[in-house]
């Protein structure tokens, strides 16, 4: 109602509300773009609906593509009622769902659109579409990208455990995504804290993925290097598709190499201890008692069952993984405390010998001497080899008043005599027939070492050291082990223990596992109990001579002298000092001693000047010189001479030897040397001559015992000799090595050649230290059957000289004297040669101890069949040295006589001298004079030139015509032609023919006296001679 007004016309209007537009449904997509992978399937777009949702509502949402591609990329949404999107009363939002085509190939991001139409409603107003009415699909392929990359980044291979072991990492390479290109990679190595070459086998290849391929293997080998480090690392890499189709990822790999020896070290719980090996098993009872001198020394460790507290330390080292048995040793030795109580410091043993190491969990007792200081070291060493810590023993001194072989005067250094011996075997040793055996035997000391050679002693650094030059210096010696030895035989064999000694004497005296094998094949010859070496070895003549250096002195006497030096621990001690009061030090070190050709004592030490200067021989500005001598010997002096010096004044090394100038049988006593001490002040250079001041001497007592050792028993053996007469010239001319069988039975035939063959048996061994000769040969045949023989002390001497029993003799061959040679037999030839005159015989004129000759046959025929036939030859064996040194020089030689018909027996014997009505020849044959001989039975084989004489005798094709030098012939003959002319003629032509039959027999002379200068010897009736024999 107005107040203080009126209402004017008009007073009231209408009000519509039309909602129809603002509240009419409408649907449209929340986004204007929406991202869908290809592999999930689908894309899920959102259609919400604003106005009055009271009603119900449905509107299109269809599908248009882009570069999409319908049934290639989706599932086509078409613009119909199966696309329809309904809406509910009270709903909001609905989602259109589009479906996605998933194939296996990639492709770029791709579009399409989704949109919204013919929209519908229960409302009388009908329905719209809002202003977003349709969205942009996007569809990515990552799934399908392709994708090459290290299936893993991180690997751990484990080192080899042995050297030429190899590990190998797999690397897998893989893609994913399409596969339906090809893509190549590249795939290389590249160092970290591991080295190529060293750690692992570096790589660099190419991996090609072909259609389909999605795996590919890497192989990278890890070697073995041996040495403990840390874990080491090194990488390997993918580089980018060459063809650029696919994508590299996770292109890096780590492999971690896990060492097989860490670094971590092991100990062992406990110090080890020293104690003699004689204590070895009650080390925890005597385990404070000194070591006996001449026994070896053990380190006992704390993983070590005979440990004194291993009840506590076992535990330990089980738990540790100690391995006992590869520890790893070392010992120290150093000089008995002096008098005044100074020790010398420990030093490491590093000297090994051809038979002994100083690395061993023993040490010999060839290294430390009655008072010496002995000191071990042990590293521990886990079950896988891996070396840990070292703990050093405590230093224990060698006892010197316990030893095993102590010498009759303490503190003596020297040699006891011994004795050497040489025997010849023989053929009746079954185990070393026909070889010189030599024995040498001596005594033994605690801390000595008994060196045998056949050459010279020297430098014992050297020659004892498993040094080469060792084996080619002393080929013949004790200081070859076994296995060494180029001779048949040697000293060291390869036993280890002393087959005369029964049981073990000593504790671990022969164990090989603590001492060594090389060392117990070398002590195998010391009896401990008798305190006695015997060193044995067998050696024949051709070894003695070309291979132990050996001379022959007289032919076939050969003399080997031996050296025999003792060498000694003090080799390793402190050495000689000079007196405490005195106001210069020094020190002198005893190196060897021996006894020269001449018998005279040489000995060589060095010194070692421990203030700044030297020792001299003589000064100009001092009266006094340098010597030696012996107040147990005072009529004995000596030569003394320095060898070398080092050159500084700088407490240099010397080297002395003295020589005594005359010889004695015992050179043992105290030995005084006095040497003059030079000063130099510190600014002072050395110079040659030294520039120095002369001080009083110094001396140094040395306490020898030594005495002359007999030369050794020469030994005396025959050589054997062998005659075969051969037929067959290859046999002749061979060397023997496949035998000559049966051939030497042969019997010849008219024509064939005979070859006589002479040499040494080859079971002597002599090699080519020895040569045969022959000089001459005979050839006789027996009168009424007899048998030639060579028996000089029976005035038989076979073919050599004229006999009433022999019917014909000739001398067929004369080496020296050829123009007394007979050459025919009647008027056919001999056609004798020695081998050396044979120019197709040279093979048996180069082999040693062998000799030879060829004569035919043809000629012994030419005697009745009964008529055997004996050749005899006379030869030499001498040394090839001596082989042309004419007649008259001594030689080994002997006579063998040898029968090979059946019905003779086989003969040796040796010549000896024979009165002097015995045939020069004779006298010349034997050991003084070179000479041997050799008589054969030849064979003859007549089947083929037989024929029957009317009166049953058998004759041979020539008639026999030289058969009428025998008397019987001769009146056989002048009986028949006596009868056949008494029927003839009368008394008157019977004179006739007498004359007749006179000049037949002087014509029958003549061929016989012009064919050799010695052609047939008539032995009934005859007293002729050869004056060639003489």
Not at 191 to 204: F, K, L, Q
Not at 419 to 436: F, Q, V
């Amino acid at each position: 109602m107005p107040m203080n007004g009126i209402l004017g016309e008009p007073s009231k209007t209408v009000i519509v509300i039309n909602d129809s537009i603002s509240d009419l449904p409408k649907v449209q997509f929340r986004h204007a773009v929406y991202v869908g992978d290809e592999n999930s399937g689908q894309v899920s777009t959102a259609v919400y609906r604003s106005g009055d949702t009271s009603y119900k509502s449905t509107v299109r949402c269809y599908s248009r593509q882009v570069t999409a591609q319908v049934m290639m990329d989706f599932n086509e949404r078409p613009n119909t009622d199966a696309s329809i999107i309904t809406f509910f009363p009270g709903e909001i939002e609905k989602s259109c769902l589009l479906v996605l085509v998933d194939d296996s190939e990639y492709e770029e991001e791709e579009e399409l659109r989704l949109v919204l139409g013919s929209p519908k409603s229960d409302s009388p107003f009908g329905a719209s579409i809002g202003k977003q009415n349709e969205t942009l699909i996007k569809i990515n392929d990552e799934a399908d990208r392709p994708v090459i990359s290290f299936g893993l980044t991180k690997f751990s291979m484990s080192e080899p455990k042995e050297k030429g072991q190899v590990s190998v990492v797999k690397i897998p390479v893989l893609r994913v995504g399409d596969t339906s290109k090809v893509s190549v990679v590249r795939v290389h190595t590249k160092d970290g804290s591991a080295t190529s070459g060293e750690d692992y086998h570096p790589i660099s290849e190419e991996i090609e993925f072909k259609q389909g391929d999605t795996e590919h293997y890497v192989e990278v080998e890890i070697l073995y290097d041996g040495v403990r480090e840390m874990r080491e690392a090194f990488t390997v890499h993918l580089k980018p598709d060459e063809n650029m189709v696919a994508e590299t990822k996770m292109s890096k790999a780590i492999i971690h190499i896990e060492e097989a020896n860490s670094m971590a070290d092991v100990t062992f719980p406990s110090i080890p201890r020293v104690v003699s090996l004689l204590h070895y098993d009650d080390t925890r009872r005597t385990g404070h008692a000194l070591p006996v001198t001449g026994y070896p020394v053990i380190c006992v460790t704390a993983c070590d069952p005979k440990y004194p507290d291993y009840d506590k330390t076992g535990s330990i080292c089980v738990s540790e993984n100690i391995n006992n048995t590869l520890t790893r040793y070392r010992w120290l030795v150093s000089a008995p405390t002096g008098p005044d109580g100074v020790t010398s410091p420990m030093r490491e043993v590093d000297f090994d010998t051809f038979f002994t190491s100083s690395k061993l969990i023993t040490l010999d007792s060839v290294y430390f001497q009655a008072g010496s200081r002995v000191q071990c070291a042990a590293r521990a060493v886990n079950s896988n080899g891996d070396e840990g810590l070292e703990l050093s023993s405590p230093i224990v001194s060698i006892s010197t008043t316990e030893g095993m072989c102590q010498p009759r005067v303490a503190g003596t250094v020297g040699a006891e005599p011994f004795s050497a011996k040489l025997r010849y075997s023989g053929a009746e040793d079954t185990d070393h027939p026909n070889l010189i055996k030599l024995t040498v035997t001596m005594p033994h000391i605690d801390g000595m070492l008994p060196v045998v050679s056949t050459r010279s002693l020297s430098n014992f650094e050297l020659t004892l050291s498993p040094d080469a030059s060792r084996v080619g210096q002393h080929r013949c010696s004790n200081l070859l082990d076994y296995s060494e030895v180029d001779t048949r035989y040697g000293f060291l064999t390869d036993a280890t223990k002393n087959l005369e000694v029964f049981g073990e004497t000593k504790p671990y005296e022969y164990s090989t596992s603590l001492r060594g094998s090389s060392t117990l094949r070398f002590y195998r010859n010391l009896n401990l109990e008798a305190c006695l070496w015997n060193f044995t070895s067998y050696y024949d003549i051709s070894e003695l001579l070309s291979v132990c250096g050996g001379t022959i002195g007289t032919d076939g006497q050969s003399e080997l002298r031996l050296t025999f030096v003792y060498d000694t621990a003090i080799l390793w001690r402190e050495g000689i000092g000079s007196p405490p009061e005195a106001e210069l030090q020094g020190a002198l070190y005893p190196t060897s001693m021996r006894i020269n050709v001449q018998g005279q004592l040489v000995v060589n030490f060095r010194t070692e000047a421990r203030f700044r200067g030297l020792f001299v021989s003589d000064h100009p500005a001092s009266t006094l010189s340098s010597m030696v001598m012996c107040p147990d010997h005072p009529g004995l002096t000596f030569n003394l001479s320095l060898v070398r010096s080092e050159p500084t004044y700088n407490q240099p090394i010397q080297q002395w030897t003295f020589i005594s100038d005359f010889a004695v049988r015992d050179y043992s006593g105290m030995y005084t040397v006095k040497l003059i001490p030079c000063t130099s002040p510190p600014s002072l250079e050395y110079t040659i001559p030294p520039v120095c001041n002369p001080r009083e001497a110094l001396s140094f007592d040395l306490d020898i015992r030594f005495q002359q050792v007999s030369d050794p028993v020469a030994a005396e053996f025959s050589l054997n000799t062998q005659m075969l007469l051969l037929s067959k010239r290859t046999l002749w001319l061979s060397d023997g090595s496949m035998g000559f069988g049966q051939e030497t039975d042969t019997a010849f035939s008219p024509g064939d050649t005979v070859y006589g063959r002479v040499m040494v048996d080859p079971v002597q061994n002599l090699g080519d230290s020895f040569i045969c000769n022959i000089e001459k040969v005979f050839l006789c045949t027996g009168a009424d059957g007899y048998v030639p023989k060579y028996n000089p002390s029976n005035f038989e001497f076979g073919c050599l000289a004229d006999a009433p029993s022999l019917l014909y003799r000739f001398k067929i061959i004369d080496k020296a004297q050829p123009e007394t040679q007979a050459h025919s037999f009647g008027d056919v030839a001999f056609n004798a040669f020695l081998a050396v005159d044979d120019p197709g015989a040279l093979p048996l004129v180069r082999q040693p101890g062998a000799d030879g000759f060829r004569m035919d046959s043809s000629a012994l025929f030419q005697v009745a069949a009964g008529r055997e036939w004996y050749i005899h030859s006379i030869y030499t064996v001498r040394s090839r040295t001596n082989a042309n040194r004419g007649i008259g020089k001594r030689s080994l030689e002997y006579h063998v006589m040898s029968q090979y018909s059946n019905l003779l027996p086989k003969s040796q014997h040796r010549s000896r001298r024979s009165a002097s009505d015995v045939p020069d020849i004779v006298d010349e044959i034997g050991e003084g004079n070179n000479r041997g001989t050799n008589i054969l039975h030849i064979a003859l084989d007549r089947s083929s030139q037989r024929k029957m004489s009317p009166d049953g005798e058998i004759f041979t094709k020539s008639n026999n015509p030289h058969e009428l030098n025998k008397r019987e012939g001769d009146d056989g003959l002048v009986l028949i032609i006596g009868v056949f002319v008494g029927l003839l003629f009368t008394v008157l032509i019977v004179i006739v023919v007498v004359l007749l039959v006179r000049a037949k027999r002087e014509k029958k002379e003549v061929p016989r006296n012009s064919s050799s200068a010695e052609p047939m010897m008539m032995t009934q009736g005859l007293s002729s001679t050869d004056s060639s024999e003489v």
